[in-house]
């Protein structure tokens, strides 16, 4: 159900709870709820377990690191094979391999046979089934909801988890304390169940694309250079890694705030984390309000002051009231902060290449939390919590003078939506797939008068080649004809080349049409497209069977 038309004719996005009217959404996000206690549940049972195996401040710390590396190494080739295949077989089987990972764990526990290192290993593990799921389910947000909900039906995943956070750690303290972290364990890989079944029973229409899938390490190339490409895409990620570097001490410290500054038990460290869920869960339910007042450049600026504050406050709190009040204002700058950054990536990534540059989002924000509760944790094991957070405080206050370098773009304008070209190369070459390199030329008969025009349009035609695909792009000038350019790129294969014809969206149709604005020629720009080493498609005998050739149609140019 999508949102209703305002009196400009702009579709209304309904509110923060739009999205829940769209049933196949309702039903996996209600779903998530009960794997998202699960994990919470996970998180809390395997951190105070460890202060019951080990002494070091750093091993704790580790526990969060090691739920977290795998969301880092995983996610992104996790991400290609969401574009790659159904999105919804890759997100069941994550489910279910974490749900395995947790029961095993559970049964290890039980007969006492865990030890520091096989608690970490089983966490690294069940991270990885996490992993696994978690870009093809956000990717796959954008086909159950409108796109006006789909700053609200982000912002909705986000409070699923933190509504688990608001209750989930106390929750999962209570239980520790009652009955044992095997318990758990064993709650864990239940509650990954309901999960499982909403996507089993979500009849997703998956349609194939008309070319084979990439190889994988080509899926992976291809995502990493739409994302360093896309100056939108590539600056969220910059900041969101800053953004979990230093704001990782809240949750990696929060066993130790709980233990050491506030002298209290695993119910305490619950009840800290229960606080930054529940401020978590208020900051998400204002994502689309703030987007619409705010530019989630200056957003994320204030949500770095806070929260720094907030964390200093934590660092030197010995109450408990006041140490809750400062995790509730760090949920909350963390999950506005997250929120917003997922958007723009959301907003800013066609659907081809979705799920790898989500991936690439979920890497850089775990990659900054894993890492830097190694590093706080470090920190201190040398020098005390209460510094260690106080350090962290001023660390992501500072992130607020990233954006005089790496400022956000808006993403309100961007049309992601791709474009079926018109006109088919011509081919007289018997061509596989395999065949290449491709090299392709375009030129353009420009006016030397518009030339210094003509040639920063130009820089943008190169970001958009780079980004779908092309390889060792140039413009040159004939220096016999200054009227004369040619943009020259390549193509590993002619398979590479067909999928980038797949890959221009509506922004890069309009960046191409302004190039050919300034081409003199009626018959706007020329292109021609070879095969740079010919000899490797002639075969050794006329006879000779080509196992490789492929049939493919074409859909434009």
């Known amino acids: 159900m999508n949102g209703s038309i305002d009196a400009d004719g702009q579709e209304d996005a309904g509110g923060a709870f739009a999205p829940l009217r769209e049933p196949v959404f309702r039903r996996i996000w209600s779903a998530s709820l009960f794997s998202n206690f699960g994990q919470l549940f996970l998180g809390v049972g395997a951190a105070w377990e460890m202060t019951r195996l080990s002494d070091s401040p750093s091993m704790v710390a580790l526990v969060q690191t090691a739920m977290m590396v795998p969301l880092?190494?995983?996610?992104?080739?996790?991400?290609?094979?969401?574009?790659?295949?159904?999105?919804?077989?890759?997100?069941?089987?994550?489910?279910?391999?974490?749900?395995?990972c947790a029961a095993t764990l559970a049964g290890i526990s039980h007969f006492g046979l865990i030890t520091?290192?096989?608690?970490?290993?089983?966490?690294?593990?069940?991270?990885?089934?996490?992993?696994?799921?978690?870009?093809?389910?956000?990717?796959?947000?954008?086909?159950?909801?409108?796109r006006a909900h789909l700053p609200a039906a982000v912002a909705l995943g986000t409070i699923s988890y933190n509504v688990a956070r608001s209750f989930g750690p106390a929750l999962g303290g209570l239980i520790v304390v009652i009955y044992g972290a095997k318990s758990v364990f064993g709650m864990t890989a239940v509650l990954y169940l309901p999960l499982l079944a909403a996507f089993f029973l979500w009849r997703r229409a998956h349609v194939p694309s008309r070319l084979p899938p990439e190889r994988i390490d080509r899926a992976l190339i291809s995502g990493a250079r739409y994302a360093f490409h896309a100056p939108a895409i590539r600056t969220a990620l910059l900041r969101v890694l800053a953004f979990g570097l230093t704001t990782a001490t809240a949750s990696a410290l929060a066993p130790l705030v709980a233990k050491d500054i506030l002298h209290g038990n695993a119910a305490t460290f619950g009840i800290l984390l229960g606080a930054q869920g529940v401020g978590a869960v208020t900051g998400a339910l204002f994502v689309s309000q703030i987007r619409e007042r705010l530019s989630t450049e200056t957003a994320v600026r204030i949500c770095a002051v806070t929260s720094g504050l907030a964390l200093a406050a934590a660092g030197l709190s010995t109450s408990l009231v006041l140490s809750c009040a400062a995790y509730l204002v760090v949920g909350a700058g963390n999950i506005l902060t997250i929120a917003?950054?997922?958007?723009?990536?959301?907003?800013?990534?066609?659907?081809?290449?979705?799920?790898?540059?989500?991936?690439?989002?979920?890497?850089?924000?775990?990659?900054?939390?894993?890492?830097?509760?190694?590093?706080?944790?470090?920190?201190?094991?040398?020098?005390?919590?209460?510094?260690?957070?106080?350090?962290?405080?001023?660390?992501?206050?500072?992130?607020?003078?990233?954006?005089?370098?790496?400022?956000?773009?808006?993403?309100?304008?961007?049309?992601?939506?791709?474009?079926?070209?018109?006109?088919?190369?011509?081919?007289?070459?018997?061509?596989?797939?395999?065949s290449g390199p491709i090299v392709v030329e375009v030129e353009y008969d420009v006016d030397p008068d518009r030339a210094r025009e003509f040639f920063a349009v130009m820089m943008k035609m190169q970001t958009v080649r780079k980004r779908i695909g092309a390889f060792q792009w140039s413009i040159a000038r004939d220096i016999a004809d200054p009227a004369l350019w040619t943009e020259r790129y390549h193509c590993p294969t002619w398979g590479d080349y067909?999928?980038?014809?797949?890959?221009?969206?509506?922004?890069?149709?309009?960046?191409?049409?302004?190039?050919?604005?300034?081409?003199?020629?009626?018959?706007?720009?020329?292109v021609h497209r070879r095969l740079e080493r010919p000899f490797g498609s002639v075969r050794w005998k006329a006879e000779s069977y080509d196992p490789h050739q492929d049939t493919i149609g074409f859909i434009g140019p």
Request: proline residues 3%; hydrophobic residues 50%; charged residues 15%.
């Open 72 to 100: 880092m190494l995983v996610t992104l080739p996790a991400g290609a094979i969401a574009d790659m295949f159904d999105r919804r077989r890759i997100a069941m089987s994550g489910l279910g391999f974490s749900a395995v």
């Open 116 to 146: 520091p290192w096989a608690l970490l290993l089983f966490c690294v593990l069940i991270g990885a089934g996490v992993a696994l799921y978690s870009p093809s389910w956000q990717a796959s947000i954008p086909e159950q909801v409108s």
């Open 340 to 434: 917003m950054l997922n958007v723009t990536v959301q907003m800013s990534a066609p659907r081809w290449v979705a799920a790898r540059a989500l991936s690439l989002f979920s890497s850089a924000i775990t990659a900054g939390i894993g890492i830097g509760a190694w590093g706080w944790g470090e920190l201190a094991n040398g020098h005390g919590v209460a510094y260690a957070m106080m350090m962290s405080g001023a660390a992501v206050g500072a992130t607020a003078f990233l954006g005089l370098i790496l400022r956000i773009e808006s993403d309100h304008d961007a049309d992601t939506s791709t474009v079926a070209l018109s006109n088919d190369p011509e081919v007289a070459m018997d061509l596989s797939l395999r």
């Open 498 to 526: 067909l999928r980038m014809r797949d890959r221009y969206t509506q922004t890069d149709i309009a960046i191409q049409g302004e190039a050919d604005s300034y081409n003199r020629s009626n018959q706007g720009h020329r």
